[in-house]
């Protein structure tokens, strides 16, 4: 019998990178499964999407500098 292990997670230690992903899995209303069930609940496309997001965010933050 296997038992999942329960990961509390700590918003404030978490790296920049790490945020970012929350927070876009927050404004997809996604954040919710994912504290529940662990980022391994989200389909390929969810996935996929905030991934996508990440990479955007961080090339707008790049040209910005």
């Given at each position: 019998?296997?038992?999942?292990?329960?990961?509390?997670?700590?918003?404030?230690?978490?790296?920049?990178?790490?945020?970012?992903?929350y927070?876009?899995?927050?404004?997809l209303?996604?954040l919710?499964?994912?504290?529940?069930?662990?980022?391994?609940?989200?389909?390929?496309?969810?996935?996929?999407?905030?991934?996508?997001?990440?990479?955007?965010?961080?090339?707008?933050?790049?040209?910005?500098?």
């Amino acid at each position: 019998m296997s038992q999942k292990k329960e990961k509390k997670i700590n918003l404030s230690e978490l790296t920049e990178e790490e945020k970012l992903k929350y927070e876009i899995a927050e404004e997809l209303g996604l954040l919710d499964q994912v504290m529940n069930d662990g980022w391994k609940s989200l389909s390929s496309k969810e996935t996929g999407r905030i991934g996508g997001m990440v990479n955007r965010r961080r090339r707008e933050k790049k040209t910005g500098e």
